[in-house]
């Protein structure tokens, strides 16, 4: 998802030049970072991992693409308007279709051992990611930037230390997405039904607590926070194929596991450190080993922490 860093000039711009990797790292670890939180919060419920989200992801993109491109040309609506349409279709689509993945693929599965309703998410994942594929084709799909210009940190002669505008609407709207979520998650009735069914999902039922209900919009928020990363994606980078699901699905799964499975905070926290090493690693290394500094950073977090650097050790129940 990374491009070629632009490299200083000499030493004088290597300042300036680490603090535009740590911005661009920023902006790739909010989308990483809300991804993981559908990821994350699924597991915190259910105990089981959604591997059709990443598709999802997948899908809130080319949905943010089409509405947009409807709005604005069809339509003849103002960019701010499109762009407000944009999120509302998103959010609303793939929260439906999040809505329909826990239907189909993990409701009738869930008193079947672990591993079946696994199957079933990726196979899930991948009918999505072929209809996506024959019905909008397998090239990639442009859009032309949206967002141009920003403000200029700093400017040593050499290099310029910019942030555009689209960087700052990525991490504000995470930033402000975080904050609602785990309000809901601490303040709400919601939230409260979600930790008990954490707990002990039976003994939730037993006190009154529509567990089906729980599940469905645990769902159907994680879903809706992918369409989000989704959209941001699209504006961001300008481009988008039916594949991008799969690794980013993987790396916000990474990013979860990581800070912390079950753990919100340890998801934001996760996709942020996720997105800094791929940043950095491409801007001072090689960037076709981006993914494997990830991967065996991830490794030997886990090594010596296997809960995460936020999560807790699972209670076992007697």
């Not at 990797?21 to 597991?43: E, F, K, P, R």
């Not at 990443?54 to 960019?79: D, E, K, Q, R």
């Amino acid at each position: 998802m990374l491009s070629e860093p632009v490299e200083a000039t000499d030493q004088g711009g290597q300042v300036e030049y680490f603090l535009q990797q740590l911005i661009n790292g920023l902006t790739l670890g909010a989308i990483y970072g809300l991804v993981a939180l559908g990821y994350t919060m699924v597991y915190g419920v259910l105990g089981m991992i959604n591997f059709a989200h990443g598709t999802i992801y997948m899908v809130g993109a080319f949905i943010s693409l089409i509405t947009f491109l409807v709005a604005t040309t069809v339509l003849g609506t103002s960019v701010p308007l499109a762009l407000v349409l944009t999120l509302v279709a998103a959010m609303a689509l793939t929260a439906l279709w999040g809505w329909t993945a826990e239907r189909v693929a993990y409701r009738p599965l869930r008193s079947a051992p672990r591993l079946a309703p696994l199957i079933s998410a990726i196979g899930v994942s991948i009918m999505l990611q072929n209809f996506v594929a024959q019905a909008q084709g397998a090239r990639a799909k442009p859009l032309p930037p949206v967002f141009r210009g920003g403000i200029t940190l700093m400017d040593s002669g050499d290099f310029v230390v910019s942030l555009s505008w689209m960087q700052m609407v990525i991490m504000a709207l995470t930033l402000a997405l975080m904050a609602v979520f785990t309000w809901v998650i601490t303040r709400t009735a919601l939230g409260r039904a979600q930790r008990a069914c954490e707990q002990d999902m039976k003994m939730a039922s037993l006190l009154g607590i529509d567990v089906d209900r729980v599940i469905s919009t645990t769902f159907v928020i994680g879903a809706g926070l992918a369409g989000v990363a989704g959209m941001m994606v699209t504006l961001y980078y300008g481009v988008i194929d039916f594949y991008i699901g799969f690794l980013a699905g993987i790396k916000a799964f990474t990013a979860a596991v990581l800070g912390g499975i079950g753990s919100l905070p340890g998801a934001m926290l996760g996709g942020l450190l996720i997105g800094l090493i791929e940043a950095f690693w491409s801007a001072y290394f090689s960037i076709e080993y981006k993914d494997v500094a990830t991967f065996s950073i991830l490794v030997a977090v886990l090594v010596f922490r296997p809960t995460g650097l936020l999560g807790r050790p699972d209670v076992e129940k007697i």
